[in-house]
């Protein structure tokens, strides 16, 4: 377990269809990252926020939005989904923003339909 | 441009062999270098950095990495694999823009 909990673990919708993510970081870490892992792309990086702001934003669309609360979880919400969407969302944090190392969770593998 | 290169998509070795997984990037300056290994089903889990120093790093599972700054490399190394090695191993860079760039990922597959 490496202390970054996402939710859900596995994800089956229709598209068309909006979906939320959730991450909850490591205790003690203020960053969050969001990461799109896909057979055709890679891991692309999808957007990163420090202790409720945004720092850095890459390859994310305009129907994909995210948030990190004060409590420093984090929302990844998808909407008007498409099949190319489906992927592996993996949400990963860190102390601090910048460099440094990021620890994973598991994952929250996503399947339009 | 700022890039990252892991040439071997698929690389196949038999159990008690030794490894090379190879990592190339683009960038003007020294970056921070990662190793990310990848089980199936499950997140990344980080197998060492390089942020400055010695250019031989060690970490996790009897990795080591070596950078290069002659070559803009950090090659992934294990004297030994074990069939439990066998994942998906990632470079990752940070050319410092707050984020890390991933390589393409090797599949390392391990033969009895």
């Given amino acids: ?48 926020y420090y202790n ?14 995210a948030q990190q609360f004060p409590d420093l979880h984090s929302e990844l919400n998808l909407s008007s989904l498409e099949l190319g969407d489906s992927a592996l969302y993996f949400c990963a944090s860190s102390p601090i923003s910048g460099a440094n190392v990021l620890t994973f969770g598991a994952g929250s593998r996503l399947t339009v339909l | 441009a700022q890039s990252v290169t892991q040439p071997d998509i698929h690389i196949t070795v038999s159990e008690g062999a030794s490894l090379e997984l190879r990592c190339n990037y683009s960038y003007g300056a020294t970056p921070y270098l990662f190793w990310y290994v990848q089980s199936p089903g499950q997140g990344l889990q980080l197998l060492l950095k390089y942020f400055s120093g010695d250019t031989l790093v060690q970490g996790i599972k009897g990795f080591e990495a070596e950078f290069k700054r002659s070559q803009s490399s950090f090659n992934l190394r294990k004297p030994s694999v074990h069939w439990s090695d066998a994942a998906e191993y990632f470079c990752a860079v940070d050319f410092g823009n707050e984020k890390l760039t991933f390589g393409t990922g090797t599949r390392l597959t391990i033969i009895p």
């Fill in chain 1, 1 to 48: 377990d490496s202390g970054v909990t996402q939710t859900p673990k596995h994800l089956i919708t229709a598209t068309g269809q909006r979906v939320t993510l959730r991450c909850s970081p490591r205790s003690g870490d203020l960053s969050v990252y969001w990461y799109q892992q896909s057979l055709d792309q890679g891991l692309q990086f999808l957007i990163q």
């Fill in chain 1, 52 to 65: 409720g702001e945004e720092r850095a934003k890459g390859n994310i669309l305009e129907r994909f939005s």
